[in-house]
């Protein structure tokens, strides 16, 4: 079975500093990969997403992640980070089928980034 | 814009109540989840439905139960909830299942005493 694992439950960092969210998954097939928000009492949102071609996606509000097969990683960046982006961030699966529960998303427990001024 | 919408933001409900869930979607996916997610364990899936009148079961469908009669509005049922049910709600959508990416509704939190 698939399994997905956000390395660290809470990330403190300081406003205009680098950020790093890890997630590994372990999965024997190809997958799809997705990075979510979820902003305080709201649901989630698509942060970017991998399916094919370029290893290193771009999303949306400056964040981008990198699809390593070698490694089952798929880190989640931003160069700079903002007060806004105070969230907690998913990390979520698909093994790409679509027969019963194939291509279901499954997700990681999340991160909760907390940015201080 | 895809718009998932569910019927109450938070919600207050006695021990024993039948309690209702209600997510609607307006770009007519095939798909909708409804989700159970608490703190330090993420998102769980209950139940999914790939079509009208078709549902099949996630990971904790125990003590739960859905209803689909249309496209566009997939129901949770709590037939008598407990306490250990207090939890965010969230419901999502897919267009097909190849498309793989989910949209979320804002949430429910429900909160049984």
């Known amino acids: 079975a698939q399994s997905v694992t956000q390395l660290d439950s809470q990330v403190p960092v300081f406003e205009e500093a680098p950020v790093e969210l890890r997630c590994n998954y372990s999965s024997s097939v190809s997958v799809y990969l997705f990075w979510y928000v979820q902003y305080p009492n709201q649901g989630l949102q698509l942060l970017l997403k991998?399916?094919?071609?370029?290893?290193l996606v771009k999303g949306i509000n400056g964040f981008e992640a990198e699809f390593n097969k070698s490694q089952t990683s798929f880190h989640l960046r931003k160069p700079s980070v903002h007060i806004s982006d105070t969230a907690e961030y998913f990390c979520?699966?698909?093994?790409?089928?679509?027969?019963?529960?194939?291509?279901?998303?499954?997700f990681g427990k999340g991160t909760k980034l907390s940015v201080k001024p | 814009d895809v718009k998932v919408t569910q019927s109450s933001r938070y919600l207050v409900k006695r021990t024993g109540e039948k309690v209702f869930l209600e997510c609607v979607q307006d770009?007519?996916?095939?798909?909708m989840f409804w989700y159970r997610q608490d703190p330090g364990l993420g998102l769980r899936l209950i139940y999914f439905?790939?079509?009208?009148?078709?549902?099949e079961k996630g990971d904790i469908p125990e003590g739960y139960s859905v209803s689909r009669e249309k496209k566009e509005r997939f129901s949770l049922i709590l037939e008598s909830a407990s306490t250990n049910q207090t939890s965010m709600y969230l419901c999502?959508?897919?267009?097909?299942?190849?498309?793989?990416?989910?949209?979320f509704g804002p949430g429910t939190r429900l909160t049984v005493t």
């Open positions: 991998y399916l094919s071609g370029s290893t």
């Open positions: 770009m007519d996916h095939e798909n």
């Open positions: 979520a699966v698909s093994d790409g089928g679509y027969g019963g529960s194939q291509g279901n998303l499954i």
């Open positions: 999502a959508s897919r267009s097909r299942p190849s498309s793989y990416e989910q949209y």
């Open positions: 439905s790939y079509d009208v009148k078709m549902k």
